[in-house]
């Protein structure tokens, strides 16, 4: 009798520019379900202060980065960038910095050397799922803060043996 094979498959969720405790005193009750339910997190920077990011360790292991706007404790603690492996997927996370318009190409170009199928950026606040040059870029927006976009948001990343998908989820007021 022969065995099936069994596509892996791992849901990461994502969030970025949370902004606590300036923007919100906490993230959204369903985020934080979503999180606890998620193989793992990526947060592409501006947590602002170290607290969330302790927070967010207890919930789930946690792949950070640091932004702008981290505090310094923060910024000691977590890289500008990182690149991890999910089943055989590179996926680069970093926050970004300069014109939000130009952020894709920023970001594009600071992973050219890296083989990553995936890149997770924060910092415009503008959700952003779009493949560009064969690489799937990927901004969650911001589930605390609507000063850039239109809506609050966060984002899933569903690896396969097919490649990488994103989703970006819209969180009510």
Same mark, same amino acid.
């Given at each position: ?13 994502? %969030?970025?520019?949370? #902004? ?5 005193? @906490? /993230? !959204?009750?369903?985020? *934080?379900? +979503? ?55 590179? %996926?680069?996370?970093? #926050? ?5 318009? @130009? /952020? !894709?190409?920023?970001? *594009?170009? +600071? ?63």
């Amino acid at each position: 009798m022969k065995s099936k094979a069994v596509a892996i498959k791992t849901k990461i969720a994502v %969030i970025s520019d949370t #902004h606590i405790p300036k923007q919100a005193d @906490k /993230l !959204p009750d369903s985020l *934080l379900e +979503e999180l606890a339910k998620s193989a793992f997190i990526i947060h592409a920077g501006d947590f602002e202060d170290i607290k969330t990011l302790n927070q967010l360790q207890k919930i789930n292991r946690v792949v950070g980065v640091a932004g702008n706007m981290d505090s310094k404790e923060v910024k000691e603690k977590l890289k500008h960038k990182e690149v991890v492996n999910v089943d055989h997927h590179k %996926i680069g996370v970093i #926050h970004g910095w300069g014109d939000p318009h @130009k /952020l !894709p190409k920023t970001v *594009l170009q +600071e992973f050219k050397n890296d083989g990553v199928q995936c890149i997770v950026f924060g910092h415009s606040h503008q959700a952003f799922n779009e493949v560009i040059d064969g690489i799937l870029l990927f901004n969650p927006g911001s589930p605390t803060d609507i000063i850039y976009a239109h809506y609050k948001s966060y984002g899933i990343l569903e690896t396969s043996p097919d490649g990488i998908k994103g989703q970006i989820i819209k969180l009510g007021d």
